[in-house]
């Protein structure tokens, strides 16, 4: 079943099964979720305004939150994205970062492959298709001797909505320049695989990718009372302005 | 008065570090805030927001930046960005609050 719901939630889930599962008490889990209504995410290290388009997503009603991961900005398109989270002990995962990256990027590879896209990891945490343009981006948190891989998987995603809600001109580059310079670097797994691509294939192909490459059976189960309690109380966090403006 | 410095290398992470400079009464030039930011990973992020506490207060020009910076890069365990881009930006600090310092005083 995919979860669908609004970005603080979706957040908040993500690490509460992160410290949970460094305190023994979640197991390991793939999660398959959508960003509903579509959403920006921002690293944890980023300054909001270098990130993100502030007036076009304001003027889109398009929601911003700060992740507790590292890494770049993301859009989140509600009807051509679908978000993994991987939640591991660390111990679990190669001590080389790339290669932590690598092994849980493997699934995301093998879900574009399964639907015809030709897809390669690109280091650090990117997936791309054979001429290099992106679909998939990932970043890490690590908390408790836990690790969360989160990513996403735009299988159909509004590749000009991303790039105008990502589009921060850059001394001497106007906003379009910047919006045509991602809109060469980033594509779609439909692209990609020449065909369109359903929600419903794209979860298909990341429970089997997934499956795959961390050599594990995967049962389906639902949240744990406990999980779902520390998501509650995390909520408010990443609802917050304060957390949202951390580094203006 | 405000000096950024960032280094960003292909097929590496972004690290800027931008630090706010006042004079004090005695006409030191003092270290009023800093900000860490850019697209890189980190295990211990919370070691970051302390790094910017430790430093706020400080006489600018007497901090050891790339020294500071090394330091930081690996109490934080900073992944994403390499060994010689962190020395690099230490540098870069260095020699951009000794140019806004000058001698000690904002120039």
């Not at chain 1, 001429?131 to 509004?158: E, I, N, P, W």
Request: proline share 4%.
């Amino acid at each position: 079943m995919i979860d669908e719901g609004p970005p603080h939630y979706q957040m908040a889930v993500d690490e509460a099964i992160l410290l949970l599962r460094g305190a023994g008490v979640s197991p390991d889990t793939l999660r398959l979720y959508v960003f509903n209504p579509s959403s920006v995410t921002i690293g944890y290290f980023q300054s909001l305004r270098e990130s993100v388009n502030l007036s076009y997503v304001k003027e889109a009603g398009i929601p911003v939150v700060r992740r507790v991961s590292g890494g770049g900005s993301v859009y989140h398109d509600s009807c051509g994205e679908v978000t993994y989270a991987v939640i591991l002990p660390a111990g679990d995962l190669p001590s080389d970062y790339v290669e932590s990256f690598k092994l849980i990027c493997e699934g995301v590879v093998r879900a574009a492959r399964k639907l015809g896209c030709n897809a390669r990891f690109a280091p650090l945490n990117d997936v791309v298709s054979a001429d290099g343009r992106k679909f998939s981006g990932s970043a890490q948190a690590r908390r408790l001797g836990a690790v969360l891989q989160h990513g996403t998987f735009m299988y159909a995603t509004d590749v000009e909505t991303l790039a105008r809600c990502l589009s921060v001109p850059k001394g001497k580059y106007s906003e379009s320049d910047v919006v045509n310079a991602i809109m060469r670097r980033v594509t779609t797994v439909s692209a990609c695989a020449g065909r369109p691509v359903s929600r419903g294939e794209a979860i298909q192909a990341l429970r089997e990718g997934f499956a795959e490459a961390l050599d594990a059976e995967l049962v389906e189960g639902r949240y744990l009372p406990a999980e779902l309690e520390l998501a509650k109380s995390l909520a408010w966090k990443y609802r917050s302005g304060e957390w949202l403006e951390l580094r203006p | 008065m405000r000096v950024c410095s960032l280094v960003k290398r292909p097929s590496e992470k972004v690290i800027k570090i931008c630090i706010d400079l006042s004079v004090s009464r005695e006409g030191r030039c003092v270290v009023e805030g800093v900000q860490v930011t850019g697209d890189f990973f980190a295990e211990r992020p919370e070691r970051i927001d302390r790094f910017i506490e430790s430093v706020r207060g400080a006489d600018a020009a007497g901090v050891d930046w790339v020294r500071l910076i090394r330091e930081l890069a690996a109490d934080s365990r900073i992944y994403g960005v390499s060994d010689s881009s962190l020395e690099e930006l230490g540098a870069s600090v260095s020699k951009a609050v000794r140019k806004a310092c000058g001698g000690g005083t904002l120039a």
